[in-house]
């Protein structure tokens, strides 16, 4: 009998490193259920992004039809999703320093993922950036690898991508013209 008592035992201790190390792993590979870069998974690139942007063509909400290679070197392009409290509370911080970062506005791109308030958040942008918005945002988005919201990033000429902290205010300088 102490036989099976002791093989009983070990069975269950197996069995609850099994379930302790499978509850890890799903933990591990659930989207958003970690400590992780702001803006959704993104390896070891952050922010949700690829480190190289696809080419893309996208129609503005101004209507003009924009790609990749429309956006000058250094272009800061900002993906904001409706329904989303961190976008929400970028938004106007967003609006509020670009103007000082002496960008003109064909060097920001912002890209509002469809939903109930896209309209109220295109508004706002027009202001500071070209905004595309509905189904062209689902193109850049992919272009750019985006995985969660939002992201904040620099583009370079050669398509190169640099994510930027969402309390990205103080890492910029202004851009010479």
Same mark, same amino acid.
């Given at each position: 009998m102490s036989l099976t008592g002791a093989a009983v035992a070990l069975v269950g201790a197996i069995a609850l490193l099994n379930l302790t190390l499978t509850y890890g792993l799903i933990r591990r590979l659930r989207p958003g259920a970690g400590p992780g870069p702001a803006g959704g998974p993104g390896g070891d690139h952050g922010a949700g992004?690829? !480190?190289?942007?696809?080419?893309?063509?996208?129609?503005?909400?101004?209507?003009?039809?924009?790609?990749?290679?429309? &956006? !000058?070197?250094?272009? &800061?392009v900002a993906f904001f999703s409706t329904g989303c409290p961190p976008c929400a509370a970028l938004l106007p911080r967003f609006v509020a320093a670009v103007p000082g970062l002496g960008l003109p506005v064909p060097a920001v791109l912002a890209v509002v993922a469809p939903g109930p308030e896209e309209q109220e958040y295109v508004s706002a942008l027009a202001e500071v950036a070209t905004v595309v918005s509905g189904e062209h945002a689902a193109a850049v988005a992919e272009a750019f690898g985006v995985v969660g919201y939002p992201v904040v990033?620099? &583009?370079?000429?050669?398509?190169?991508?640099?994510?930027?902290e969402h309390e990205w205010m103080a890492p910029f300088a202004p851009v010479a013209p």
């Open positions: 992004i690829a !480190p190289v942007a696809r080419d893309f063509v996208a129609v503005t909400a101004q209507g003009r039809t924009i790609g990749r290679g429309d &956006l !000058p070197d250094g272009a &800061l990033c620099r &583009l370079a000429a050669d398509g190169a991508v640099t994510p930027v």
